[in-house]
């Protein structure tokens, strides 16, 4: 139980271009959701939090209108990375937490993403 | 701001061996985690410690938790080559919303 899968796993996008990364709890209510980013060889920041039908928290830093959280649902999460460059290459890992354990965060495989 | 410092960052040990990863946080916490990360993958969970004196084992791997020293440790009893992953520790709090705050992380190999 309490699976997390991400969509797509890896993806290639030109510059300028965006790209949309979805999060779902498979098995259990998320009621909320982070988001991390993790770039090579360095650890998991932070991004957002964002919980079912309120607007995101964003980290200091993180531009909250080029990372662009949507929490529509108890079981999706999703992140549009808009006008993509370079530098927003990274892997993306989503968490959720829920009902099934409230001490646990559930990881997602994460997503690669390469900007050409 | 609550961080998160792990030591060493590298360790290199031969199979067999004994060896210990420390973990120190930086203000009062929830709880604390230990995360396996393989390359190119996501986070494996591998403890949640929930209170002072917190004490858990699966299989070469035991964590403790000392919440006045806010010091976690994780010990790894004869070593296996199918170890060598990097490790994690992270904290969480109620001021965070629950989101983790992790360490840099331990590079570990195991090595023959």
């Known amino acids: 139980g309490a699976v997390v899968s991400q969509h797509p796993s890896w993806v290639i996008c030109k510059s300028g271009t965006s790209v949309k990364i979805e999060c779902r709890s498979l098995d259990f209510q998320a009621t909320t959701m982070f988001w991390y980013r993790q770039f090579p060889k360095q650890s998991l920041m932070l991004m957002a939090t964002s919980n079912e039908g309120s607007k995101a928290t964003y980290e200091q830093g993180v531009e909250k209108d080029k990372f662009l959280i949507n929490h529509a649902s108890l079981t999706l999460s999703t992140l549009t990375v808009t006008s993509a460059h370079p530098e927003d290459s990274s892997f993306y890992i989503c968490?959720?937490?829920?009902?099934?354990?409230?001490?646990?965060?559930?990881f997602g495989p994460g997503t690669r993403l390469t900007v050409t | 701001e609550l961080k998160v410092e792990q030591n060493p960052l590298f360790l290199s040990m031969q199979e067999g061996k004994n060896y210990t990863i420390y973990c120190n946080y930086s203000t009062t916490s929830d709880r604390l985690y230990w995360y396996r990360q393989d390359p190119g993958k996501s986070l494996e969970s591998l403890f949640v410690?929930?209170?002072?004196?917190a004490v858990k084992q699966e299989g070469r791997l035991m964590a403790s938790l000392d919440t006045k020293a806010r010091l976690s440790t994780l010990h790894i009893t004869a070593a296996v080559h199918d170890l060598s992953a990097t490790y994690f520790c992270?904290?969480?709090?109620?001021?965070?919303?629950?989101?983790?705050?992790f360490g840099k992380g331990t590079s570990l190999l195991v090595t023959p």
């Open positions: 410690l929930l209170s002072n004196g």
């Open positions: 968490s959720a937490k829920g009902t099934v354990d409230p001490y646990e965060q559930y």
């Open positions: 992270a904290v969480d709090s109620s001021n965070s919303g629950y989101a983790l705050n």
